[in-house]
């Protein structure tokens, strides 16, 4: 005899991880445009070539990342959110505080990824993307940590 509360089918799995997928893709396309920004701003103010060589190959993979992220929203639940990001969430004082901006973005990303993919089953869709995220944002916090400890040297 059920008790009243709702018994929880492979249905109502399938359907929460769809909703979770929804909101991990919409985080995640807002994560990639605001670090993009950030990461443009950055090399803007580069101080030298391997800065600007570093920086440059954060933003392919972001842009990388975005791509993949968008084609999965759009053929999961058609089209993606508008999103903007606004001037304050990508405003930092010094080329040193937007490195530490940049990479507390990637270590939200990852630690949010990381409890996503721990709430699917093993063959949830969205699973291998967002591993695949994880071990891609994990370079890139290696990335902006040498920036940084560069930036240090230059001074």
């Known amino acids: 005899m059920n008790s009243g509360r709702p018994i929880f089918t492979q249905n109502n799995q399938n359907q929460y991880e769809m909703v979770r997928l929804r909101q991990m893709l919409t985080y995640s396309i807002r994560n990639r445009l ?5 990461i443009n701003k ?33 053929e999961t639940y ?4 508008e999103i903007t990001i606004p001037p304050e969430e990508t405003s ?16 939200d990303a990852v630690a949010l990824a990381r409890t996503f993919i721990s709430l699917l ?3 949830a869709m969205g699973k ?15 990335i ?12």
């Open 121 to 123: 089953s093993e063959n």
């Open 92 to 107: 930092y004082s010094t080329y040193k505080d937007g490195l530490i901006l940049a990479l507390r973005l990637k270590m």
């Open 144 to 155: 902006i940590n040498t920036l940084y400890s560069h930036s240090i040297g230059l001074e």
């Open 78 to 81: 058609g089209n993606p959110p």
């Open 42 to 74: 950055l090399i803007a103010e580069s101080p030298d070539n391997l800065s600007t060589s570093f920086l440059e190959r954060l933003r392919a993979n972001d842009e990388l990342s975005l791509d993949k992220f968008y084609k999965l929203y759009s």
């Open 128 to 142: 291998s993307l967002f591993d695949n995220t994880v071990i891609l944002d994990l370079e890139q916090e290696n």
């Open 34 to 38: 605001r670090s993009i920004e950030i």
